[in-house]
């Protein structure tokens, strides 16, 4: 999903700049609404894991160079699941900028692009779990078709982020529309493996729930709302 150097530039940044800013703004929303039923100290830990495993993610998980961007297993929904919206969505920033300033330097002028490319869809299927799931389920009861939907459409924003900024950056000539495409038919089929990571994580949050972890987890990986 990192969209690369010169693929967006000059005063095109400005609305790269906008759309971060509206993700920041949003991220502390819902830093104040986990907040309300977290304290201090479990939020910073769930921030912390969230931004390692992000690291994890994009620097020692397999990545490929596909189209107009990278092929990244993300896990944004296993974040999700397991630490809550907004330790993930600071997560997801803080992990990408590590990334970007020890090991990609390159990255950086694009970070505010590919930081939106992330934190959008994070707050898509952050929406679509209010709808999808039923209060009295908990996360760690939910079912493949469950996971699956918030899986697809995670990557799918994904997808569709990349492909927007592709076109306002390079326009909409045909080698754009080529890249973009071959981009997209690779990345979706991250979905085919993502559901089933996430529900080997939940399963093993199942094994540990009475072993007093509660602080490391948002609290509706465990209790039905």
């Given at each position: ?48 894991l ?65 930081v ?36 697809v ?27 973009v ?45």
């Open positions: 999903m990192h969209i690369e150097p010169g693929v967006v530039d000059g005063a095109k940044m400005a609305f790269a700049y906008a759309t971060a800013a509206g993700a920041a703004g949003y991220t502390a929303k819902l830093a104040l609404q986990d907040l309300k039923t977290h304290n201090v100290g479990s939020f910073a830990v769930r921030t912390v969230a931004a390692a495993g992000t690291f994890i993610f994009f620097e020692v998980l397999p990545h490929f160079p596909v189209g107009i961007s990278e092929v990244h297993f993300i896990l944004g929904t296993t974040l999700f699941l397991l630490m809550g919206a907004a330790p993930a969505a600071l997560g997801l920033a803080v992990g990408l900028l590590i990334q970007g300033a020890f090991f990609a330097p390159s990255d950086l002028p694009m970070y505010f692009v590919n939106t490319t992330l934190l959008v869809p994070l707050f898509a299927i952050s929406a679509l779990a209010h709808r999808l799931i039923p209060k009295g389920k908990a996360y760690v009861d939910l079912a493949y078709s469950d996971v699956f939907k918030l899986s459409m995670y990557q799918g924003w994904v997808v569709a982020w990349v492909a927007f900024w592709a076109f306002y950056g390079q326009g909409m000539g045909a080698d754009t529309w080529q890249s495409w071959t981009f997209g038919v690779a990345y979706m089929l991250v979905v085919i493996i993502e559901p089933i990571a996430d529900l080997a994580v939940l399963a093993g949050a199942k094994a540990v729930r009475d072993r007093k972890l509660s602080g490391l987890f948002t609290r509706r990986l465990y209790s039905a709302t």
